[in-house]
């Protein structure tokens, strides 16, 4: 049934986020370094110290604290940053859409783009194109966002200097705006030159989230495809006189596409992980950027709620793939 | 391939020579350690000296170069190709002994995981499944926050961060193999469990381990990379490939070569790692293999 499916997807992922409490929690707590006197000004003396530890709830034991915390995070409330003063969740809430924006972009070009050139592979099989683009595909298998974001930085910053090299949108025009989907709100109330701007903007971070995950899916999707191209019923449609294009599309893809929609869902989560990187290289003001800034000024409750976000944000992909691929096949459907 | 007929399938050393992957990459990779153990050698300058006169000189052959500094110099005036000479060292250390570590400590769960099964199985696949929900590059950032800055951080960090990826793929195989005739046979004969899990299972797991570890080397170099870019490798005297990138970055457009440089370096040593996975996972490998 698909219900106890569900059900025990969302029991373990409650398990799974549980221990992805702990950790940081636990990882956090032996920081040498002590986020409240990084902030405190020079001239403070103890008991200015003792007075701010005991704002930020810093001087309870251990136990009291994870407790608190744990109570708080159940009900949405994550505390306050240190170093920005503002409520977590809020933080959270404001840098969010700038990544989901980001990863989705990503994902459809890389869906579209490796999709593409799979069918052009199998249409070419057994010829010398399929060679390059298996050798070409082998070598961009290995190449990681990291390295795509400064090369896409030398190639179109430098070299063709036309691409914005960091932010998000031009500061002029990010006014007006009701949401933090700059985007998707530019393109639905017809703002096409905003939406041009922030496009140009995502270009460079889009692909090198992008370009790893269509190397995947080219190999896997092609390898598929030319499988499903050699069964019986492309044989059927073939004697029928389809075309070859019409066959890989209407016949062999639908039968193909399984293992590699289960592997493209697996594959999100690196590339939304993969955020963190990109985001900073091109200081894009999402959720990964702040995750570093956080880190780096020792901010807990902010290091803590981002955590946990990355945690939920990949449990509900993972869960997405497991419902999708259950749905797909039937004998899993009724299993 | 008949490898059913006469003189039998050729042995793994002939299949390991003949395939291109394996020499181009491997022969690749041993040059970089021959660079990393001989980089005063090497190297033609010092790749510490500054030099403010020769700050952001271009490679040879761009207007204004000057010669002995082939790849020209970065905003301090150092040698961009000695920096990178001597980065091999930080990038190798990091790829042999943190995938190692990793390697070990995760294919010892995921043997224990595949084969002892039940209560050990459930609790090392949670902490699996707890793992895999964090950012790999968060939690690797975070560790190093947490362990201080520095070379055994960032190994550690990557230790920490990808035993799961071995542990995996062990568990798995693992599996698979516990269930074949020659173990079943091993234990009517009486062996015990611990000599069945190491001298049966982990042999025939050994392909597949080695061949996932030569691609981890390729990760683990990157991962410093990102740590030194980050700022939170080594210190900034010793030069690293993620440091000088993140120096190129700031400047890429006075100095793009600051940036192109070790850059390429990096993914030239990613690609070598990869294929070189690639090629032992083909030869080495029995099911592939046919």
């Not at chain 1, 090198?208 to 899916?217: E, H, M, S, T, Y």
């Not at chain 1, 890989?248 to 399984?258: K, P």
């Amino acid at each position: 049934m698909l219900f106890a499916v569900v059900a025990n997807r969302i029991a373990m992922a409650l398990l799974t986020l549980a221990g992805v409490a702990v950790v940081v929690f636990v990882l956090l707590r032996v920081v040498p370094g002590d986020p409240v006197a990084m902030m405190i000004s020079p001239g403070a003396g103890p008991a200015d110290i003792a007075a701010l530890k005991a704002h930020y709830g810093l001087d309870a034991p251990l136990l009291t604290q994870f407790w608190i915390w744990i109570k708080g995070a159940v009900t949405g409330d994550f505390g306050t940053s240190i170093t920005l003063h503002v409520y977590v969740t809020e933080v959270l809430a404001s840098r969010l859409p700038a990544t989901l924006e980001l990863a989705i972009a990503a994902l459809v070009v890389a869906v579209i783009l490796g999709g593409g050139v799979a069918i052009a592979g199998t249409l070419m099989r057994g010829t010398i194109g399929e060679t390059i683009i298996d050798g070409l595909n082998s070598i961009l298998l290995a190449v990681p966002d990291f390295i795509w974001a400064l090369a896409l930085v030398l190639l179109f910053a430098v070299a063709i200097p036309v691409l914005p090299l960091t932010g998000r949108i031009d500061p002029e025009l990010a006014e007006g705006f009701a949401t933090k989907f700059y985007l998707t709100e530019s393109i639905l109330t017809g703002r096409f030159a905003v939406a041009g701007d922030i496009a140009s903007h995502m270009i460079m971070p889009t692909l090198a989230l992008a370009l790893p995950l269509a190397a995947v899916i080219v190999r896997l999707l092609k390898q598929s495809l030319k499988e499903a191209m050699l069964q019986d019923y492309v044989l059927l449609a073939r004697i029928k006189g389809f075309g070859e294009l019409r066959l890989v599309l209407q016949e062999a893809l639908r039968n193909a596409i399984g293992p590699t929609l289960a592997l493209t869902g697996v594959q999100f989560t690196f590339l939304v992980g993969g955020t963190v990187i990109v985001e900073r290289i091109f200081a894009y003001p999402g959720i990964g950027n702040l995750a570093i800034d956080a880190v780096i000024n020792r901010d807990f409750p902010l290091i803590q709620g981002l955590v946990l976000l990355f945690g939920l944000i990949f449990i509900l992909i993972n869960i997405g793939v497991d419902l999708t691929v259950a749905s797909l096949n039937p004998r899993l459907r009724h299993g | 391939m008949p490898t059913d007929t006469a003189p039998g399938p050729p042995s793994v050393v002939v299949r390991l020579a003949r395939d291109p992957k394996v020499i181009v990459a491997g022969g690749f990779i041993l040059v970089l350690i021959v660079i990393a153990i001989a980089a005063p050698l090497v190297a033609p300058q010092d790749p510490l000296e500054q030099n403010l006169l020769n700050a952001t000189l271009p490679p040879v052959g761009f207007a204004d170069a000057q010669p002995g500094f082939y790849f020209g110099t970065d905003g301090l005036g150092r040698d961009v190709l000695s920096r990178v000479i001597f980065g091999t060292r930080i990038s190798l250390t990091v790829a042999f002994v943190a995938a190692g570590l990793a390697c070990l400590i995760g294919s010892l769960l995921g043997l224990v995981a595949g084969f002892f099964g039940r209560l050990a199985d459930a609790m090392i696949s949670w902490l699996v499944s707890v793992w895999m929900a964090f950012p790999p590059v968060l939690l690797s950032i975070l560790l190093v926050a947490v362990l201080g800055a520095g070379l055994h951080s960032v190994i550690a960090a990557i230790v920490i961060i990808d035993w799961t990826r071995f542990c995996r793929v062990v568990r798995t195989e693992t599996r698979a193999q516990a269930q074949m005739d020659y173990v079943v046979a091993a234990r009517t004969i009486g062996f015990s469990r611990t000599a069945i899990l190491f001298r049966e299972i982990l042999p025939n797991v050994l392909p597949v381990l080695i061949a996932l570890l030569t691609l981890e080397m390729g990760i683990a170099v990157v991962v410093e990379a990102i740590l030194s870019f980050v700022g939170l490798s080594v210190s900034s005297d010793t030069p690293t490939w993620g440091g000088m990138i993140a120096e190129g970055r700031q400047i890429v457009h006075e100095a793009w070569w600051v940036l192109a440089v070790p850059l390429a370096a990096l993914f030239a040593t990613v690609v070598a790692f990869n294929q070189l996975g690639d090629g032992l996972a083909r030869s080495l490998d029995p099911v592939l293999r046919r």
